[in-house]
């Protein structure tokens, strides 16, 4: 499956291509997805800080960040269990 995402002000657009089907899915605007991206790098980096120098709740918050941005730009997509991807950006 192909998945092709363009990114807007007030809405998003996700297009999953077959090769028996094409769909589309709309998404929130980009400063929702971009703010939850960042949040996801910002966690990420931060667990990569010594011992006792990450914030406390970094692993927690970073499994929610990244669940909410997968049910995001994921969770509209019917049958994406098993299927290979290939995902195209703008």
Do not use: C, F
């Amino acid at each position: 499956m192909l998945l092709e995402y363009a990114l807007g002000d007030e809405r998003s657009y996700v297009w999953a291509v077959t090769n028996k089907s094409i769909k589309s899915y709309e998404l929130p605007g980009s400063s929702k997805i971009e703010a939850l991206a960042q949040r996801l790098h910002d966690l990420l980096a931060a667990s990569n800080l010594p011992p006792g120098k990450a914030p406390r709740r970094a692993d927690e918050d970073y499994n929610e960040t990244a669940r909410s941005l997968s049910n995001i730009l994921l969770g509209p997509i019917e049958s994406l269990s098993s299927q290979r991807l290939l995902i195209v950006t703008s």
